[in-house]
């Protein structure tokens, strides 16, 4: 599953510049083209009646020299980020909102990996995702790394993927491996959460041990399946660890992720179709809100 073709968001802002600089280092590692995405305005001269022409050609000339100008900056970073790091880049402009700009870029292009930035909102939370990052995490096709400032940008070093063994959960350790550098630890995280085989106090303390003999199979079970993931996917240089909790997945994950120091977490999506692509798993939801690095949804 090798990553032949980025897009990017780029507005311009700093969130987007964080994207670019992380997706030049990745497409680098990879060998793969970056398509820089920008969405804005394409002016068209409306029909107007005569005695409104020249309120009309003004408009239009300003937001002609604002797309020549939005331009210039597109080709600017573009032409920076070929000469940092020596892929392939082109940039596309698109009339459509941003979120809807991506996620059809991406599908035009056939793009393995969509890169957008994300929106500092504060120590409580640590950062939200702006409502463009939202949109494409929940709609595109392709997988998507919101990518955090602050992490590092040579690599990921730190990784938390979250696995149940499902597809998607398979899919996400493998996009890990393929972002992680060289001599990057990787940790899986399995979640038990089965209150109705949890005993109460007082009752037989027979069912209690009962109850943990079958807990210590269920994790030695989780723990055989994670060997048996990391060998499936073991590459030089990387070092897996294997946890399994007794908790909800999205508190585990972020969770062990500010534990570690995680400069990414890793989780699978439900791939879902129709009106209900609109709506993420709760896990990949939680995951992408609250994480206190990037971020990727692994399709």
């Not at 970056?34 to 005569?50: F, G």
């Not at 909102?121 to 949109?135: F, I, P, Q, V, Y």
Request: negative net charge; aromatic residues 4%.
């Amino acid at each position: 599953m090798a990553l032949k073709k980025l897009v990017v968001g780029m507005d311009f802002s700093p969130g987007a510049e964080v994207a670019a600089r992380r997706a030049g280092e990745i497409a680098a590692r990879h060998g793969a083209e970056i398509v820089l995405v920008h969405a804005t305005t394409v002016p068209q001269r409306p029909e107007v009646p005569a005695s409104m022409a020249a309120t009309a050609d003004a408009l239009v000339k300003v937001l002609d020299d604002r797309l020549a100008s939005e331009r210039g900056e597109l080709g600017a970073v573009r032409e920076r980020l070929a000469a940092e790091t020596g892929v392939t880049v082109s940039t596309l402009v698109v009339d459509e909102y941003p979120d809807d700009a991506l996620v059809d870029a991406a599908a035009q292009v056939g793009a393995d990996l969509v890169v957008t930035g994300s929106r500092e909102k504060g120590r409580l939370r640590r950062w939200l995702l702006g409502s463009t990052a939202e949109h494409v995490v929940r709609r595109a096709d392709a997988s998507v790394l919101v990518a955090r400032a602050g992490d590092p940008d040579h690599g990921f070093g730190r990784i938390v993927v979250g696995t149940d063994f499902s597809p998607g959960a398979t899919l996400a350790l493998a996009r890990a491996v393929e972002l992680a550098q060289p001599g990057a630890v990787i940790d899986l995280v399995h979640c038990l959460h089965h209150p109705m085989f949890r005993p109460v106090p007082g009752v037989d303390p027979v069912l209690a041990d009962d109850y943990k003999a079958f807990l210590a199979q269920l994790v030695a079970d989780a723990h055989a399946r994670m060997e048996e993931a990391a060998r499936d996917h073991a590459v030089a240089n990387v070092q897996f660890r294997n946890h399994v909790v007794e908790d909800q997945p999205r508190e585990a994950v972020c969770d062990l992720a500010e534990k570690v120091n995680a400069d990414l977490v890793a989780v699978g999506s439900h791939g879902r179709r129709g009106l209900r692509r609109l709506v993420l798993g709760s896990v990949a939801e939680a995951t992408v809100r609250h994480a206190p690095c990037s971020v990727l949804v692994a399709r």
